[in-house]
């Protein structure tokens, strides 16, 4: 099995703020990150499939299928976008990193064709980011 | 939903490597330019991993705010612009890196007990890396 991975970048603003606490509580736990005029990041997207080397083609899967993939399924989704307030999946959950994560590997799951969903890693910034293996 | 977040930090610290057990000759011979009496220093990179289950209402695994808190306290205040060796932890232990790494990995795991530690990696230098984990590595390393 080999592990193969693809980059995509999208910049988004978001915030977190948790309507049924009080503007102190959420300035407590969120900090910064709590003011609901929003802020943004450029994030980085690494998508990591497993496969097999086909032995004609000597790829595991066809790179430009990937690229397509996530950039329909995500960055066309999530790029110069309120995460907040435009994408569906953070109505109901803030969008942190970690959630952001499960999100992705949920829009690629069964999406990507003669490979497996191995890993999701979003950063946030260089220093930050979060990962996610499709584990229950 | 078991979830990895990793984050890094800096510090910049002087060490020697030198063990007094050793002979002078032996010292140079196994520590090379590291054994320069006067030290030599690093911008170190720690990369700090916990997992766990996101909290549900505010969907992350830890208080980023709390980690960075803890971390920047116990380990970035403590070793940065200061000399390795003379830290109380390598009052007998040489502070090569793999050592600086299961310090600190020892430092988060008994002070930071709101999550699972995954993994430590310090970076030396752009070249250099280092990781200590409690847990199997072939676990740790199935999910790279």
Known sequence: ?136 | MKVYLSRRYHFSASHRLHNDAYTPEQNRAIYGKCNNPHGHGHNYVVRVTVSGPMDPVTGMVCNLGELDGFVRRVICERFDHKNLNLDSAFEKLVPTTENLCREIYRIIKSGFAHVMLEDVRVDETSNNSFEYSEREWHLISARQ
């Open chain 1, 1 to 136: 099995m080999l592990l193969l991975t693809r980059k995509a970048e999208f910049s988004a603003a978001h915030y977190y703020y948790v309507d049924a606490w009080s503007a102190e509580e959420n300035l407590r736990l969120f900090g910064k990150c709590a003011n609901r005029n929003g802020h943004g990041h450029n994030y980085t997207l690494e998508v990591t499939i497993e496969g097999k080397v086909d032995p004609v083609s000597g790829f595991v899967m066809d790179l430009k299928a990937l690229k397509d993939t996530i950039e329909r399924e995500v960055v066309q989704v999530y790029d110069h976008r309120h995460l907040n307030l435009e994408v569906p999946e953070f109505r109901s959950t803030l969008p942190t990193t970690e959630n952001i994560a499960v999100a992705i590997w949920h829009r690629l799951a069964g999406k990507i064709q003669g490979a497996r969903l191995h890993r999701v890693r979003v950063y946030e910034m260089p220093d930050l980011f979060a990962d996610y293996y499709g584990e229950p």
